[in-house]
């Protein structure tokens, strides 16, 4: 009944700027940890950003000081804006959430369906 929507991905040249968003909807109690993952070909996910409730954040190494994740709690929504982008960063992105869905039951991780992130030399 849960599910994440993303918006935003695209082509851009490198260098160029890319704002990632991902909306949660559906049977929602609460919401913790939400946070942006990706994947390459070939390679395996890793993390890119996470946020907590609270507004703690954690970055990889090599999207720090070009990436910013943030989030409208009142709207369920998490961002990504991505500056200063490289071809190395051409991955599926991923946004994930943690969800509670009702107060009898426990938090999980929820996925969005990924959207394609495509930098040019």
């Known amino acids: 009944q849960v599910q994440l929507v993303e918006s935003g991905g695209g082509l851009v040249q490198a260098g160029g700027s890319l704002r990632l968003s991902c909306a949660a909807s559906?049977?929602?109690?609460?919401?913790?940890?939400m946070a942006w993952y990706r994947q390459a070909p070939g390679k395996q996910r890793e993390l890119v950003a996470h946020?907590?409730?609270?507004?703690?954040?954690t970055y990889e190494d090599s999207v720090k000081g070009r990436f910013t994740i943030s989030r409208d709690n009142a709207k369920n929504t998490v961002n990504l804006q991505m500056n200063s982008l490289k071809p190395e960063d051409t991955a599926v992105y991923y946004c994930?959430?943690?969800?509670?869905?009702?107060?009898?039951?426990?938090?999980?991780?929820?996925w969005g369906q990924g959207t394609q992130v495509t930098v040019s030399a």
């Open positions: 994930a959430a943690e969800i509670q869905t009702s107060r009898y039951s426990s938090q999980k991780a929820y």
């Open positions: 559906g049977s929602i109690f609460s919401i913790n940890a």
């Open positions: 946020m907590t409730t609270g507004g703690s954040t």
